[in-house]
């Protein structure tokens, strides 16, 4: 149970995540998605919503039925809080995870999304989940993912108090002692700061990631690889695998289908 000045500051995260279209960590799944995407009339899983902006987000730009579901209680705690203060009313939240009780037979969706979430799972658990996947997306439908492939400036997610990029490329106890020196608490109940939060990451990288979704029966239908320098006039579309430009891409957007 969170705390009302933990709640309200929870609320104010997710507000922007949900309101503001230039909101750091979700602007360009916002833009890629609409670009891609057309959600009138699906029903829609945010899988790991976190605290529900992209949630509302969805059901606030396309006419359809949203579930948020997440495995942290205190983040559902602030979605619901969110969703109660835009009166949204096709958005569920619920906190459950699915590998201990899986979702209803009669819950199939035509899209899921995945923003920001693989990368915080461990590799055995991440495969589970791709396999109970299956059975609740329908036939032809999409999953999107987007997640910091590993070697990217950002996939710690601490260079902000650090303040070193790549610096989960630094030995281990040099990081884990200057993130511990900048520790900030971060409203979530099973990562509850961001020490935590940095220990936990699986350290994904595309080519792991793919053998994973293979072995899970799932393919790959798109993939952006996202970096700063598709910013520059005219090589928007360009994605900069190449070494060392792949340093730079910031994020990975995937849709997959069933095989
Ligand atoms: C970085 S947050 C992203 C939240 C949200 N998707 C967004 O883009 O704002 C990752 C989320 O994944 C959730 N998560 C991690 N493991 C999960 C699991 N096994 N089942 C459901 N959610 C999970 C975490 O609790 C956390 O809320």
Sequence with gaps: MLTTQQLNAGIEYASDNFKNDQAPHLHVDKRIIKKLLNLDGKQVLDFGCGMGGMTLWYANTWNCEVYGLDIDANHIEVAKALKDRNKEQNVHFE???????????????????????????????????????????????????????????????????????????????????????????????????????????????????????????????????????????????????????NYLITKEFLILKKK
Aim: proline share 7%; hydrophobic share 40%; net charge positive.
């Design 95 to 245: 906190q459950r995870n699915i590998l201990e009780s899986p979702l209803g037979s009669e819950l199939k969706f035509d899209n899921i999304f995945m923003n920001d979430v693989v990368e915080h799972i461990n590799l055995p658990t991440l495969a589970q989940l791709f396999q109970k996947l299956h059975s609740v997306l329908k036939p032809d439908g999409q999953i999107f993912v987007s997640y910091p492939p590993w070697k990217s400036p950002h996939a710690s997610h601490v260079s902000h108090v650090v303040k070193i990029p790549w610096c989960q490329f630094l030995p281990d106890k040099m990081v884990k002692k200057m993130i511990a020196k900048n520790n900030v608490q971060i409203l979530g109940d099973l990562e509850p700061d961001l020490l935590s939060a940095y220990e936990s990451l699986n350290k994904l990288e595309h080519g792991v990631f793919k053998k994973l979704l293979n072995e899970n029966n799932w393919t790959i239908d798109y993939r952006k690889s996202y970096s700063a320098l598709n910013k520059l006039p005219g090589l928007s579309n360009i994605n900069f695998r190449i070494f060392p430009l």
